[in-house]
């Protein structure tokens, strides 16, 4: 491929890793939604029936939109090595020959990430926020309310 055909194509698969990179970030705010609402209901859900085992369900409710966040910011991620090398390329850095592989780069990043480092990226502030409120929320009050220090 030539170089005007091959900058071009470079260009297009950046522009689309871009979209699909912020894409993701509009996703996680739906989840993140998700997980407040479903909290929140669940802790006045337990209030309203008076049964304190309800704050645990919260709690477990937060713990796995917590795992589903984790999991779509590890997906995330993955776009970043290819994205990351067509900047490269364009510095004058490494030189990419093939365009579109935008799958096949995903795949390769996406797998090489271990479970150590997605449990890393779990605490990331903008990963946590706000399922481990959440979740220490609804574990409290359960505490809380077997101590019988709230009544729920």
Not at 46 to 55: E, N
Not at 122 to 125: E, F, G, I, L, Q
Not at 130 to 135: Q, R, T, W
């Given at each position: 491929?030539?170089?005007?055909?091959?900058?071009?194509?470079?260009?297009?698969?950046?522009?689309?890793?871009q979209?699909?990179?912020?894409?993701f970030?509009?996703?996680?705010?739906?989840?993140?939604?998700?997980?407040?609402s479903?909290?929140?209901?669940?802790?006045?859900g337990?209030?309203?029936?008076?049964?304190?085992?309800?704050?645990l369900?919260a709690?477990?409710g937060?713990?796995?939109?917590?795992?589903l966040?984790?999991?779509?910011k590890?997906?995330?991620l993955?776009y970043?090595?290819r994205a990351g090398?067509i900047?490269?390329h364009?510095?004058?850095?490494?030189?990419?020959?093939?365009?579109?592989?935008i799958g096949?780069?995903w795949?390769?990043?996406?797998?090489?990430?271990?479970?150590a480092?997605a449990?890393?990226m779990?605490?990331?502030?903008h990963?946590?926020l706000?399922?481990?409120?959440?979740?220490v929320?609804?574990?409290?009050?359960?505490?809380?309310?077997?101590l019988?220090?709230?009544?729920?």
């Open positions: 491929m030539e170089e005007p055909q091959l900058s071009s194509a470079l260009q297009a698969e950046y522009l689309q890793l979209k699909t990179i912020e894409d970030d509009a996703r996680a705010l739906t989840i993140k939604a998700w997980s407040v479903f909290g929140l209901a669940s802790i006045a337990a209030f309203a029936s008076h049964r304190a085992v309800v704050f369900i709690a477990f937060a713990l796995l939109f917590w795992f966040e984790t999991r779509w590890v997906f995330q993955a970043y090595e090398l900047e490269r364009f510095q004058g850095g490494a030189r990419v020959e093939h365009p579109f592989q096949a780069a795949h390769k990043a996406w797998s090489a990430t271990t479970n480092e449990t890393r779990a605490v990331w502030p990963v946590a706000p399922h481990a409120f959440v979740f929320a609804g574990v409290l009050m359960f505490v809380l309310a077997w019988s220090v709230i009544a729920p």
